[in-house]
């Protein structure tokens, strides 16, 4: 079946870096763009970037610029989501989604990656 | 732009119809306006594209509709599963803040 499986929990300490791993199965990979969505505690979702999985194109929010960078590698069907210099603020569920072309709208998600920072 | 959501909070019972607004800040292209839910503990899972589409396997009580600036997601008959948070999005990028669904 169609689904995308994140890597597991994570426990960094401030200023380090993290990278969450996506990988897709059950339809091709390159056929359908990657979003990155992030939930702090008890609060709403928040959209960090995209990535095109046909050329590698990307866009951030605003917010991340800088901090944030989304790669792929086609060969394992995977996404990837590197957050650096991170803060205590960054502490939160990480996703990533399928934009299936429909309105930029996201049909299957990943189970989400726990962050946590904490010195 | 930025989604507004309204109520924070709705409290009904099972059976009840339940009208959740999402207005924008500015009109917005209903192609690009979604509906999500989200239960604790989950990911989200999307119910409505395209302002008024279901999404595969969601059921016909879920109904979309709304344009320019107000959108609005009914849920005619709530079962017991529906109590949960709902958000807007606008062009993928936008979220709403959500509303929760309680059982009253």
């Known amino acids: 079946q169609v689904q995308l499986v994140q890597s597991g929990a994570e426990v960094k300490k401030p200023g380090a870096s993290v990278k969450v791993s996506c990988k897709a199965s059950g339809y091709t990979f390159t056929t359908y763009s990657i979003a990155w969505v992030r939930q702090a505690p008890g609060q709403g979702l928040e959209w960090m970037g995209w990535i095109s999985t046909y050329n590698g194109n990307t866009n951030y929010a605003q917010t991340l610029q800088g901090r944030v960078s989304l790669t792929t590698d086609t060969s394992t069907s995977t996404a990837y989501m590197e957050l650096r210099s991170l803060r205590s603020d960054d502490t939160a569920v990480y996703y990533c989604?399928?934009?299936f072309g429909e309105g930029d709208a996201f049909d299957i998600w990943g189970q989400g990656t726990v962050v946590t920072v904490s010195s | 732009v930025v989604l507004t959501q309204s109520p924070g909070t709705l409290s009904l019972s099972p059976g009840e119809r339940a009208t959740l607004s999402c207005r924008a800040s500015?009109?917005?292209?209903?192609?690009?306006l979604a509906w999500y839910q989200q239960k604790p503990g989950q990911a989200p899972r999307l119910l409505i594209f395209?302002?008024?589409s279901r999404a595969t396997g969601i059921p016909d009580r879920f109904r979309g509709s709304g344009s320019g600036t107000d959108f609005t997601l009914t849920i005619s008959r709530l079962e017991p599963e529906d109590f949960a948070v709902y958000y807007c999005?606008?062009?993928?990028?936008?979220f709403g803040q959500g509303t929760k669904l309680e059982i009253k």
């Open positions: 500015q009109s917005v292209s209903g192609t690009y």
């Open positions: 999005q606008q062009s993928g990028e936008i």
């Open positions: 395209g302002a008024s």
């Open positions: 989604a399928r934009d």
